[in-house]
Structures are given as structure tokens and as C-alpha cells.
């Protein structure tokens, strides 16, 4: 069993029980540890997290968040609590198992903009909470954090060495705070009860540990400057020192304001020593023979010293050896054990109901099932369970959230690279995007088509992943070679080798990402695409200030990071999903014979479909000039959002004819594109000068008309992406290019022949196309239809 530890901290707990767990036979591991920057190892986490996982490991132990603050103090607040959120999103779909000791129930120091919600956020993502106390469970759930799986695994002890026992007379009675020193920690109201203590008889306060609070820190001095009784050492104390800091004290004293646990009582207890503590829950586990609680701050702290400076030389041996013999119960093997458990627990249920036998667990209410509702709640409800309605609105926030990282991206690189190198950068991805899509032989769409039902899926999408990724590179390095000594300034930006090499790379991956999505769609796996396009985009956006000094280097570096990282999380997910073969595997060549004259019929029907999109923007500025193409160019891009709705869904409704009747779902399909397309279009048309105003007055005045033109267009193309659907769901290739292909005529001789006549009637050109193009494509899939009906009544009279 391979698990993964965050963050590694000094704290003795981590060793006792990784030690433990090492000896069980659990091979533990840190993350975050890659490189000597704290904030480039928490961009990398993702990455590193896939890799793992590649590597083996199967679950994640987190201990404490503190580690995914950002430099920046208060101002990077929102953007950690944006991360931390991230990188839990992409555990379940990496087949990652996320465990969390709560040892205290929100941060001592804030690290995020809003810690209660970052702790509602990292329970919903657990799939075990362990607690040393019930009180902790309880406490979380009234923060609303209420885990699904809980177990009461007790603080373990702290190895002492054997020491003199406290009360040797001829010394004063000393009292010891030992530990890091926090406010909530409420040493300065042990001051202050020290501090009305008489001076007979004799005693001592000693004071030892780090303070990272400076205002804290002055405070404190003043106090103990003022008490000549006080010995107040500040600083970390070296761990040789620990013992004989113990052994010239008496009685322990930790008067905190809050706790969740208390490594410091259990390492006073470990050293023998008697200890005085406020009453709160969490220290209720501790013994009674050895412990004595006060109620309230300095008022009840102030008696509780008085009366322990009193005790005799018995009493205090007495309390010692209570002490002792309560960290001699449980040990380290058995908290390790129960660990253990723990983690086989979740990773034998999938389901997070269910606990193990051998852990305390906690029983906790869940949530009531049903929170919306009246008739609109179970109307939606209902819609959401629709397979192709909540497919189609996963891909919609996919492509809404892709846009949104793209110009997030892309107004970072301007405001902080120099112009050339962002220039060149979306010369880089727009090549990228072709040489992808060129590399990709269709084999997405072959993916889409025939995944599900294929005899070894596995070995077919691994056949496919390597045949784009092959094609892409050679295409890449090809094109750099020839193209970088004919660009000005090639040479000496994309012509090094170190930059053919990261683009050649970037190509590859965008090659193989987009296949991986196809296959993620064919097998129902759309959340599991938005999960990691997120993170990927959020590792893109994440790393451009950090590598601003690599200048041209550091935005490629940047924009392909995410992209890998979206590529390794869509290969990990997609092959968790894919079964294991029934029969021999098939060979890689027999595959490609049997796939690929499907795949080049897609492929040459999605390069015709490409035509009408990227040559119309040409033929308005051969026609009228740049600044009507650049007013048309916008128009052009916001209604072109419009499509994502039946693009998506007719991606959804593919893969679902691979499974069940197509009629039965062109239905639904049907429904759901208008209900959602119908509301779009209307807004546009009504708000085009509006939006428009957002890229200035020219275009509100100029293009409003246009876009409501090609907004209304929408409606009738969608209906030429259903049709498109069926074609290929039911393997009329031809029909299918032929469409494509006569769709791409209409739409570019009527844009061509309307043209003179303005941007309107070109958009008008284009609405006539697509109207057109789908009465055709009626007419195709009538006569196409009609006669597989026919051959089929032929067969069935022989």
C-alpha cells in the first residue's frame, strides 16, 4: 500500500506514526518536496499527485493546510483557498483516496480567505476523517463540515527518557509552559495568574518556546521582566534539551483558550509531570489521577498555582506515576494499526457510507436528501438525471471555463511579458491547435463511435493515443524545421532547440488531450473532463508569474504545464474507466486496418466542417476591408459561443447512440438543445448592442444587426449538428462528408455572393446556408434510411 503525506512537519507525530506504519508494510511518501520553492511545489502538487498515482500510490494523507498559503500574506488569501479547492477536485478523478487527521478543527493562523468553508470543502472531499477526540467530530459539524466516514483514533505517546521524579526538596516548585507559543495558547494569562501568586512559598515559571507573533512576543516580555520569578526563553528549543527542560519542573502547565489536541499534555504526561488545564472537551481523555482542571481564564488559573505549590513531595510521585501509566496504554502499534485499517477501509468501498469494523467510528447525520423543493425542484432534478441534459451542461461549463482561463491567461502574459514573446505565444497556439487537430486522423471521432463496444477498448485507446501522439510530433518538428529560418526572428526565438523541443511536445500533448476527451465522452466520463481541464487550467494561469523571468520560454513552459497535467488526469481517468479485455487482446495493427477507414471518413468530413468557420473571416476582409472583418470578426466570435450548445450535446448524444436507440434519445437531445438554445438567442438578440459596447461604440453601431443575424442563424444550425449525429451514429459516412462538404459550399458561396451588400446581408448569407443545408440534410437522411429499410425488407424476402 502506497500513501502519500502532506505537508511534512517537525512535529514528532508524523515520525512516530509514518515509522510505525513503514514497519506494517505501508510505503508513506511526502508530496510537495520537488523543488526548493515552497509556491512552484504547491503549483506542482497536481502534476505530482498524477504521477504518483501513475506510480502506484492510492491514497492521500493530509495532516494540516497551512502549507497551501501563498506569499502575500492576506492578499493571496481567496487565490490559496482557490487552489487548495482545485487540488482536492482532482484526487477522485486520479482513483485517489483522501484521508485527513483533523488535529484542530480550523487553522490556529488563518490561512485562507474563509477557513470554515475551506474546512466544509475538504470534508465533502474526504473519504475517511480521523479525530483523536469525539469532541472534534462534533465541533466540525457545527461548522457544517460533517464528514461520511469518521474513526476516534487517539494521539499516540511521546518517547521520554526516564527522569527524577518531580517535588526534590531544597528546590523551589517550579511550573513549566513548554511548546509553541500562540495566542490561543493563553500563556499570557498564565503570566498574569503567576503574577498574583504570593511570594511564599518559593516558586519558579518557566517559560520555553517559539513565538512567531512578534506583538505577542514584546507583550510577553514586558510581563516577565516585571516578575523576577519569571525565566522566559524564546526560541526553539533544541530536542537534546527537551528532557532537562522537563526534569527542573515539577507541574506542567498549559492554560489554553481553545485546543482540538494536545501533543504538549501527552509529552508532559510521556516526562512524568503532573499537568494543570483549563476544562475543555478535548482534554477530557486525559487522567484525572494525574490532572487538575480549573474552570475559567486567570481567575480559576490563579488558585489551581496556588494549590499545586503546596502539594508534597507524595502527591506530587503519586500524580507522576498516574501520569506514566496512562502513555504506557495505548502505543504507537495499535494507533498505527487502526491508521492502516483506516486507509484499507476506503479503498475497499467506493461508496463513502460505509466504515470499517476495526475503527471507532462516529455515527453523524447526513444531510437530508431533497433539499430543493415544490414542483420547480423536481422538474430540475429530474431534467439533471437525464444522461444527455447533465452530459451537455458538464461540456458547456467545460468550454465556459476553458474560454475563461484562456482570457485570464492570455491578460496576464500581456500585462507582465514583453509583447513580442505574447505575440509569438499565440502564433505557437494557433499552430498548435492545427497541427492537433491534423495529427488527430479522426480518431477521436473513432473513439466516440465504437469505444464502447469494442472487444479491448483499452488497447484501442491506447492505439490511438500513440498513433496522434507519433503524428502530431513528426508534424511539429517537421513544420518548426522548415518554417523557424523563414519567420523574421524565428531563428532566434522558436529555432533553439530547447523551444522546438517544448513545442513539439506541446503539439503531442494537444494532440493526445483532445483524443482522451473523446474517449471521456464515450464513456460518460464529463465530469471527470471538467475536473481536469480545471486543473489544468488552474496550473496554466498558476505558473505564468512565477516563470515571468524565463520570458518567451516561461509562457510556453506555463500554457503546456496545464496542458499536461490535463492530459496525464483525462489518461488516468479515462483507463480506470475502461474494462479489462474478455477475450485475446487485439494487435495494434489489426486495430488500425479496422478503425481507421471510419476515422478517415471523419477526418475528412471535420476538415470540411472546418472550412466555413475559418475562411469566412477571410472572404469579409478580401471583400470589404479590415475594419468591416474586424467588426464582423466579433460579431462572428460572440455568436459562435451560441454553438457550444448543440455541439456539446450532439457530442453527448453520440456516445450515448453507442449504447442505447438513437431515437429514443434524439428526443431528448432535441429538447434539451432548444431549451437551452432558444433563452441564449434571445438574449443576444435583445442585448447585441450591449454586449457589443464591451469592445467599444464602433461595434455596437457597426455589427449589432449582424450579430443578431448570426445569433438567429444558431437555431437553424443546430438542427445541421443533429443531423450530422445520425449520420455518423449509424455509420453513413458518406452521407456524412457529403454534408459537410456541401454545407461548406453553400455556406462560403453565399457568404461570397451577399457580401457587396454589407455585413448583414452577409450574416444573412450565412442563416440561408444553414437553412439549406438542413433541408438537405433532411432529404439525405430520408433517402439514406429509406433505402437500408429497403435492402434490409430484400434480405428478409430471400
Partial sequence: MKVLVFPRDSNPYQDLLHGELRRAGVHVRHLGELTPSHTLNLLLLPVELAARRLGGARVVHLHWVWKFALPGGARTR??????????????????????????????????????????????????LVIAHHSTTLDRLAALGAVPSRAAVIPHGPFPAPPLPPPGRPGRPRTFLFFGRIEPYKGVEDLLAAFAALPREPDVRLVVAGACPDQELAARLEASAAADDRVDLRLGRVPDKDIAGLYAESDVVVLPFREITTSGSALLALAHGRPLIVPELPALTGLPGAAVTCYRGGVTGLTPALRAAAGWDAATLARMSQAALEHVNGTGWPEIAHATRNGYATVLRHRTRQDTHPGLATEPHPTPPEGAIAGGAGARLRSLLRNVLVRGTLLLLVNTVLLAAGGFVFFTLAARNYPV???????????????????????????????????????????????????????????????????????????????????????????????????????????????????????????????????????????YGGGTLLACLLGGVSLWRRLPRPSAARARPAELLRRYLPFSAAGYLATALGMLPSTVVPLEVLAFQGPQAAAYFAIAFQVAAFLNFIPSTSAQVLFAEAQRISLRRYLRKAVVGIYGLLVPAVAVIVAGAPYILRVFGEGYSAQAAQTLRVLALAALVGAGNYLVDTILISRDRTGAYVLMNGANAALVLGLVAALLPYGLTAAALGWTLAQGVSLLLGAGVLVVSFAGRRRAAVSVADR
Fill in 78 to 127: 481567496r487565490l490559496a483557498q482557490w487552489w487548495f479547492a482545485a487540488v482536492l477536485g482532482v484526487l477522485r478523478p486520479l482513483g485517489l483516496r483522501l484521508v485527513w487527521t483533523a488535529h484542530n478543527v480550523l487553522p490556529h493562523r488563518q490561512v485562507f480567505a474563509d477557513d470554515a468553508a475551506a474546512r466544509r470543502t475538504l470534508v465533502r472531499h474526504c473519504d
Fill in 420 to 558: 513580442e514573446a505574447v505575440g509569438w505565444l499565440t502564433a505557437v497556439t494557433s499552430s498548435v491547435n492545427l497541427l492537433s487537430t491534423v495529427a488527430a486522423l479522426g480518431l477521436p471521432t473513432t473513439l466516440l463511435r465504437h469505444l464502447v463496444k469494442a472487444d479491448d477498448p483499452r488497447r484501442l485507446a491506447a492505439v490511438a493515443v500513440i498513433a496522434v501522439g507519433a503524428l502530431g510530433g513528426a508534424l511539429a518538428l517537421l513544420s518548426l524545421l522548415i518554417l523557424a529560418p523563414l519567420l523574421p526572428g524565428g531563428p532566434e526565438l522558436i529555432g533553439r532547440p530547447e523551444t522546438i523541443a517544448l513545442i513539439t511536445v506541446l503539439v503531442m500533448v494537444t494532440a493526445v488531450g483532445g483524443t482522451l476527451d473523446a474517449g471521456l465522452i464515450a464513456v460518460r466520463g464529463t465530469g471527470a473532463l471538467l475536473a481536469k481541464n480545471a486543473a489544468g487550467t488552474v496550473l496554466k494561469v498558476g505558473a505564468l508569474l512565477p516563470l515571468v523571468p524565463l520570458g518567451f520560454t516561461g509562457l510556453v513552459i506555463a
